[in-house]
């Protein structure tokens, strides 16, 4: 990892070679390489490697920290958990204009009103508005202190402002939570926006037989009417349904079946438990009539 400058507080410089290097990215530009996640003066070193996890599981990996009070250190890479290489590549920089000096945009996190206005845009908006500027050169989304965000000062240096529409009557995010909110947003947009499809088997559900990824086509009518008139005749045979009283029950169970759209495998299985309730109810009849045989003739005994 390169140090541009040292930072205040104490580094222990051996703690860059507790953990191996990561390999060095492929040297072309992306997406993902030209978003910068720039944390101000982060007091806690474990939000550090927090938010190193939550830039991997999104795919982003362009960190750098402002002044941090402690990095690197033992607690950041026990919290990054996976994601130290987001960490050996940080960039640590003394003041904020090192950090946004080639941006050609910049993007704040805030939670305050201003006595100025200032331009201010959600989540969603954000990232489309980052993924757009990022065609251009690097964009910077900025964090502020776990205490108290960012300063008046640093604020005005954004071309935006971004509000997370937390509950407002607890409306304080931890850093990572913060950071994750964003690096998702810019995942989705990302995904959406890859051509070819590329990004839908991200993006589209799969709840039903006949989604792409089901593992079984679904049920024909047919078989699904052949489960039905199965399900009918063992009701009838455990004596729970009559055809000369059928109130509702078929319609109703219609009902429920055909709600969860069997797959050919699902409909298989249950006449398979169809069929063995059957051969249970026909060997519990039949042992209750030789019992009752067996208890006629020893009455029928009795009196001789």
């Known amino acids: 990892m390169f140090l541009v400058s040292l930072p205040p507080c104490s580094i222990t410089l051996g703690l860059l070679t507790m953990h191996k290097s990561a390999l060095p990215q492929e040297g072309t530009e992306t997406f993902q390489d030209q978003i910068r996640i720039v944390l101000v003066e982060t007091s806690h070193s474990g939000n550090i490697?927090?938010?190193?996890?939550?830039?991997?599981?999104?795919?982003?990996?362009?960190?750098?920290?402002?002044?941090?009070?402690?990095?690197?250190?033992?607690?950041?890479?026990?919290?990054?958990?996976?994601?130290?290489?987001?960490?050996?590549?940080?960039?640590?920089?003394?003041?904020?204009?090192?950090?946004?000096?080639?941006?050609?945009?910049?993007?704040?996190?805030?939670?305050?009103?201003?006595?100025?206005?200032?331009?201010?845009?959600?989540?969603?908006?954000?990232?489309?508005?980052?993924?757009?500027?990022?065609?251009d050169g690097p964009v910077a989304l900025v964090f502020g202190r776990e205490n108290h965000g960012l300063s008046n000062d640093e604020l005005q240096r954004c071309h935006y402002h971004i509000h997370i529409p937390s509950n407002p009557d607890y409306s304080s995010l931890n850093l990572a939570m913060a950071v994750q909110v964003m690096c998702y947003e810019l995942r989705m947009y990302y995904l959406r926006s890859?051509?070819?499809?590329?990004?839908?088997?991200?993006?589209?559900?799969?709840?039903?037989?006949?989604?792409?990824?089901?593992?079984?086509?679904?049920?024909?009518?047919?078989?699904?009417?052949?489960?039905?008139?199965?399900?009918?005749?063992?009701?009838?045979?455990?004596?729970?349904?009559?055809?000369?009283n059928p109130r509702q029950l078929m319609t109703r169970l219609r009902r429920l079946f055909q709600r969860a759209r069997l797959d050919q495998m699902e409909i298989n299985i249950l006449r398979g438990i169809l069929t063995a309730a059957q051969k249970a109810a026909g060997a519990r009849d039949h042992s209750e009539q030789s019992e009752a045989g067996s208890s006629a003739t020893e009455q029928d005994n009795s009196h001789v």
Not at 51 to 66: D, E, P, Q, S, Y
Not at 122 to 131: L, S
Not at 210 to 236: N, R, T
Request: net charge negative; proline share 7%.
């Open 194 to 244: 890859l051509e070819g499809g590329e990004g839908s088997p991200y993006l589209k559900s799969m709840a039903r037989p006949g989604d792409e990824g089901w593992d079984v086509p679904p049920a024909k009518v047919q078989d699904v009417e052949g489960f039905f008139g199965h399900l009918e005749q063992m009701l009838i045979d455990i004596d729970f349904h009559r055809r000369e």
């Open 49 to 135: 490697g927090a938010v190193a996890r939550a830039m991997k599981n999104m795919a982003l990996g362009n960190l750098w920290l402002v002044n941090p009070c402690t990095f690197p250190d033992e607690t950041s890479y026990a919290r990054a958990a996976g994601a130290s290489d987001i960490l050996d590549r940080a960039q640590v920089v003394s003041s904020l204009d090192e950090a946004l000096a080639d941006c050609v945009l910049v993007m704040g996190t805030s939670a305050r009103g201003r006595k100025v206005p200032w331009p201010v845009c959600a989540p969603p908006e954000a990232a489309a508005a980052a993924a757009r500027h990022s065609e």
